[in-house]
């Protein structure tokens, strides 16, 4: 008789040096894979559990020692505010069942992440045969006797555990299929800023507006384009408005976010500073001096130029998107552009947001496009299939009508 090949042996007691050996260089593998390399929260989490295992310390895999050791929580985490662990101990069981259904880990080891808790289990595969050398039965001599009839209950065996094989391949399909299911694109979208032990920072920029003295505006009104206006009879303000566009985000992404039962802070641009951004998830509309700063690295730019503004494609010259100085009371229609940039891999630590535009009115065309699952899918359908794990940034086209926002196209797109 031979032993079974490919024979699954799981161990829970200690690992030779060799075994160690080839457990960590699978885990590289795995890391190394489209299913881990895109996500570092991914692969902090894999090579924690898998190191921690190895150590003889798989009894101390708990979800509060994850949260501090992995994504830097505190010591008083509760769990019951915050999924961060829950959510990623899922991604993670979900990427090595498609790392594997995909023909990843034909060698001998194999490591897999049981539901129900964090403490990997590794299998190694024996590909070695056993044989021995056949015995000759003696030979019989005699009369042979009729089979003896199996007992009715042996009758039903068999169709009963092929009853049961099938069952049990249907839950079975039910399940991957769950698993391998995708949510939609706008769930990915918004589940990097979903922490729940933090807010989000929502962030409305405020432009400088100047404003005649209300005391004499009836002095220059209606304006004369043949007279000057003097810098006396006229006020500074700042931080007194926000355009439509952004009270329209505002609105809409607070009810995004309120949704998923995510908490976040409103405040206006000059309120916040870099430090802010670091310490939390962040959401910053419309253009200002810090959006500025933050995307100067990204591939499309918003940029003033002697005949208007454009979008400019850094990385391939001569591309742009312009739009000249717009003169509203002549065009019931016009077309517009705005950037958004999402960042979840940066050098600050936490997801952002931000979204640029020509005006409020296609930063609104921006919102909406966020927001609203059939739009975002003009992007979600042609991006990489891992785009919700990496950097975008995205040009949309807006066709205007007088005030509102029209179609929306997206012209161009880099993921990385």
């Not at 391998?180 to 405020?206: G, H, Y």
Request: hydrophobic share 40%; with cysteine; proline share 6%.
């Amino acid at each position: 008789m031979s032993s079974a090949v490919n024979e699954t042996l799981q161990r829970e007691c200690s690992y030779s040096e060799a075994e160690q050996q080839k457990i960590r260089a699978h885990l590289e593998e795995l890391l190394a894979s489209e299913h881990f390399v895109g996500s570092r929260r991914r692969q902090a989490f894999l090579r924690y559990v898998v190191e921690e295992s190895l150590a003889g310390r798989g009894g101390n895999i708990k979800e509060t020692n994850i949260a501090v050791d992995v994504f830097g929580r505190s010591r008083d985490f509760d769990s019951q505010d915050s999924s961060i662990v829950r959510v990623t101990g899922a991604d993670v069981r979900k990427r090595l069942a498609q790392a594997y259904a995909n023909g990843l880990g034909q060698q001998d080891v194999r490591i897999e992440l049981t539901p129900g808790g964090y403490q990997p289990s590794f299998y190694f595969i024996n590909h070695t045969l056993e044989t021995r050398e056949p015995v000759a039965a003696p030979p019989t001599i005699g009369i042979a006797e009729p089979a003896p009839r199996s007992p009715a209950w042996k009758r039903w065996t068999i169709p009963v555990a092929i009853a049961a094989g099938c069952l049990l391949v249907v839950g079975t399909a039910i399940q991957v299929r769950g698993m391998f299911q995708r949510p939609a694109a706008l769930e990915r979208m918004w589940q990097p800023f979903l922490e729940k032990d933090r807010s989000v920072l929502v962030s409305i920029a405020t432009p400088v507006l100047l404003r005649i003295n209300p005391l004499t505006q009836d002095k220059w009104l209606p304006l004369d384009p043949a007279k000057s206006i003097p810098a006396s009879e006229l006020a500074v303000l700042r931080d007194s408005y926000v355009g439509t566009g952004g009270a329209m985000g505002a609105a809409l992404f607070a009810e995004q976010l309120t949704r998923r039962r995510q908490k976040f802070d409103l405040k206006f641009g000059s309120d916040i500073n870099f430090g802010e951004i670091k310490n939390s998830p962040s959401i910053l509309l419309g253009v200002s001096g810090l959006t500025q700063r933050l995307s100067m690295k990204t591939r499309f730019q918003l940029e003033l130029t002697q005949e208007g503004i454009r979008v400019r494609d850094t990385k391939q010259n001569g591309r742009s998107w312009e739009r000249p100085r717009p003169t509203y009371s002549s065009l019931p229609r016009a077309d517009g552009y705005s950037i958004i940039t999402r960042l979840v891999h940066s050098d600050w630590g936490h997801p952002l947001l931000m979204i640029g535009s020509m005006d409020s009115r296609n930063t609104q065309a921006a919102v909406e496009f966020l927001t609203t699952e059939d739009s975002f899918r003009k992007f979600a359908d042609q991006a990489p299939a891992d785009w919700a794990d990496r950097n975008f940034q995205i040009v949309l086209h807006n066709a205007i009508y007088g005030n509102a926002p029209g179609s929306l196209t997206v012209v161009a797109f880099e993921v990385w």
